[in-house]
């Protein structure tokens, strides 16, 4: 049990620093995901198909 809940933390983490290194990355360009608990949750759940759906959602509304 022990072990799984360390997983869920460490995945929660990586999300969280992979949305952060997109966002340092696109900055010049403005297409900047917000970090907040519905996309770290979606990155953690869904892992990288995730943030390329987040990008494209982001570049079909604005």
Do not use: D
Request: charge should be positive; aromatic fraction near 12%.
């Amino acid at each position: 049990m022990l072990k799984k809940l360390f997983n869920l933390i460490k995945r929660v983490v990586i999300s969280a620093f992979v949305l952060y290194g997109y966002n340092l990355l696109v900055t010049p360009i403005n297409l900047i995901i917000p970090i907040n608990i519905v996309t770290v949750s979606l990155l953690t759940i869904f892992g990288l198909p995730a943030l390329f759906s987040l990008i494209i959602i982001l570049i079909v509304v604005f």
